[in-house]
């Protein structure tokens, strides 16, 4: 059982490797739209650093959806996902598996990049290292999330755009939590609070996304 | 009917019971159209199935 | 076993088409009747009999609709899920179409609490919105709405569709208490809880009353208005029927 999970997750760490634009571009798209801020408002320093947090969060979150077609596409389109569905190991198991996988493409390269874009933005070094936590505890969430999303729409026509409007409204609490986090550390509070809440809500998403991603996958291969 | 004057907010409290009248109606009025239609368009097509349409040829 | 064996029944009989089309046919009358009577009399005690507020004046009337809407918004919410889980489960169809028959009179109930409880803020507290974690999760309960609504009609086959739309229903479902419980658990400009806390409501039996019945009327209406909406999807997908054909004669 965990022999087939290891499979998946390394052959999808393959695939993306051998396609290195599946995990260049959702970073271009965050590195380029992250740069529109200043280049739109001018070098307004003290405005920057109060929106940075905000505008992070918000562009990482948006480079997580658009990145979130490859993980389920071509293996719909050749039919392994088929095959993987007639697997003795549940469905839900091994779409973990490729969720993983996908944060491990997306999720993290965007992480190890913040901390540049943040200083693009004068963020101060307190602020980077609780936006990184968030962004931590955050990112898996939003892969989850994103997971249930791209199941029900992957055998869709126009499924990106309805995509956004499934899962942008289910995005909401982790951006709150997220950046008020950032702004309770801003003022000098603690953020405990607000990091137990994104905690919580990542072992609420790891533990019953998988069963909604399956039972969505089951349904777009009809 | 000075019981129905509400002073200064008679435009925010008639504006919000408008408002709950029209989405009430509009949850009655929409199916009952759509029934009509239905209806018109169930007994159009057993015509026709049973009739023949009108073609000639 | 018997009373078990006679509920099954009841339950197997309400899921066929024909039956169910005749059952609700009979009681839409009286459901809307009561609707209407309900409505009147809440209207009535809620606009001229209950009294001013000591602190909020005339504008707190907007409760007896915004309360119930909100309340409703939510209500309807959960019948959809549930529903959506029994048609996942058993493939009922009938529980299909009442699920997405819930969608858009939810969709209207949760417009109209939002917009209501705009109404009322403007006066009250001098603002039309408030990013709150009340009326955000209320905002996201529309969208949610939306999103049932938009993938059920990108999807070809109506039964795949109802199958999809019940996860995301399922889904969904996360946002409810998050709306029920925002107010204890946040600071939020919206007021805290004064009807549902399991104390004695801390609300005037002058203005409970009419909310009360408010709340009764418009949950009556809305299983009339699903009522309507059902029965229409059944003569539509049941149209080539017997039933139908002999249905349509004796009209």
């Known amino acids: ?222 | 009917m000075e019981a129905l004057d509400f002073g200064k907010y008679n435009l925010y409290i008639w504006a919000s019971y408008g408002l709950t009248f029209l989405v009430l109606a509009w949850n009655v009025v929409i199916p009952w159209f759509e029934k009509k239609k239905l209806i018109k368009s169930i007994k159009r097509r057993n015509y026709l199935n049973n009739n023949g349409s009108n073609d000639t040829e | 076993m018997d009373i078990f064996a006679s509920i099954s029944r009841l339950y197997h009989q309400l899921a066929s088409p024909p039956y169910f089309y005749r059952i609700s046919g009979l009681w839409l009358p009286y459901i809307m009747g009561i609707f209407v009577v309900l409505l009147i009399y809440g209207l009535y005690s809620g606009l001229i009999l209950a009294p001013t507020d000591y602190e909020q004046g005339e504008a707190y009337r907007i409760i007896f609709v915004h309360v119930p809407a909100a309340w409703m918004s939510m209500f309807v919410y959960m019948v959809m899920a549930v529903t959506g889980a029994i048609a996942l489960i058993w493939r009922l169809k009938l529980a299909e179409i009442v699920m997405i028959s819930c969608a858009p009179i939810g969709a209207s109930f949760t417009f109209l609490a939002l917009v209501t409880g705009s109404i009322w803020g403007k006066p009250m507290w001098n603002t039309w919105w408030v990013w709150d974690a009340r009326l955000t999760s209320e905002l996201l309960l529309l969208f949610l709405y939306f999103g049932v609504m938009a993938l059920y009609n990108a999807i070809e086959d109506r039964r795949t569709a109802a199958r999809a739309v019940a996860i995301l229903a399922i889904v969904g479902v996360v946002n409810i208490p998050i709306i029920h419980y925002s107010v204890e658990w946040w600071n939020t400009l919206h007021q805290g809880p004064t009807v549902t806390k399991f104390d004695k409501p801390s609300i005037h039996l002058s203005m409970l009353i009419p909310l009360l019945v408010m709340a009764v009327a418009f949950k009556l209406f809305f299983i009339g208005s699903l009522f309507m909406r059902v029965r229409n999807e059944l003569l539509a997908r049941e149209q080539k029927s017997k039933w139908v054909t002999a249905l349509l004669e004796s009209k």
């Open chain 1, 1 to 222: 059982m965990f022999n087939a999970w290891l499979q998946i997750f390394q052959r999808d760490l393959l695939i993306a490797f051998r396609r290195r634009s599946e995990i260049i571009h959702p970073l271009i798209f965050f590195v380029m739209v992250i740069s529109f801020f200043p280049l739109a408002i001018g070098d307004d320093k003290v405005l920057l650093q109060k929106i940075a947090p905000a505008i992070l969060w918000v562009t990482a979150l948006l480079a997580t959806m658009l990145s979130l077609d490859n993980l389920f596409r071509s293996d719909f389109e050749d039919g392994s996902l088929e095959q993987m569905t007639l697997l003795k190991t549940p469905l839900s198991f091994l779409v973990t598996a490729k969720v993983a996988a996908h944060w491990f493409i997306t999720g993290l390269p965007l992480i190890l990049i913040t901390p540049l874009l943040a200083v693009l933005l004068y963020l101060p070094s307190e602020s980077i290292s609780m936006l990184l936590l968030t962004l931590l505890l955050g990112t898996p969430t939003l892969s989850l999330i994103g997971a249930v999303g791209i199941a029900l729409t992957v055998g869709l026509r126009q499924g990106g755009v309805i995509l956004s409007l499934l899962i942008l409204p289910l995005y909401i609490p982790v951006l709150i939590f997220a950046t008020l986090a950032m702004q309770n550390v801003e003022q000098g509070f603690s953020a405990e609070a607000q990091i137990a809440m994104m905690m919580a809500i990542l072992v609420l998403a790891i533990t019953l996304s998988p069963f909604a991603i399956a039972a969505a996958l089951k349904v777009s291969l009809n």
